[in-house]
């Protein structure tokens, strides 16, 4: 890398919003996708310039909370994100990674990962992206 900022590129679909052709609408959530760390993993090699600060500070905080004495109860396994990213062959089986209290959180950074990246190649603020949209879906399983 070059250690400069990237150029915001001139999008398309963002004209096309703020001219009244087209909505946008952003969606969250889900949970225990298989490949949901396979992609987190992705995105921090591919993309730490853009997010790995961010994928960093949060996989620390949540280690933190999971080795409090009720979470030890939950994460058996322990929660070391950022372990897992770095050293695969380390990572605990699927059936845990999918397990809810592992994936919700793991869903979640892989999410704000790829809208902060959305953000950096637009050159746009997350809040001023968050204008262009007409809503959000929240998805829940249970």
Not at 10 to 16: D, H, K, N, T, V
Not at 50 to 78: C, D, M, N, P, W
Not at 105 to 122: D, E, H, N, S
Request: aromatic content about 12%; overall charge negative.
């Amino acid at each position: 890398m070059t250690g400069r900022e990237p150029k915001g590129h001139e999008s398309a679909l963002l004209r096309a919003v703020t001219a009244g052709n087209a909505r946008l609408f952003a969606i969250f959530g889900g949970q225990g996708y298989e490949d949901y760390f396979d992609e987190l993993t992705s995105l921090y090699n591919t993309y730490s310039v853009f997010v790995g600060e961010f994928i960093q500070h949060v996989a620390s905080h949540l280690l933190e909370l999971s080795r409090t004495e009720e979470a030890i109860k939950v994460y058996g396994k322990g929660l070391d994100i950022m372990s897992w990213i770095l050293s695969p062959h380390d990572r605990p089986d699927g059936e845990y990674l999918c397990s809810a209290p592992v994936s919700l959180p793991g869903v979640g950074i892989v999410q704000l990962a790829l809208y902060a990246v959305t953000c950096r190649v637009l050159g746009k603020d997350p809040g001023v992206l968050r204008e262009y949209f007409s809503g959000m879906y929240l998805l829940y399983n249970r």
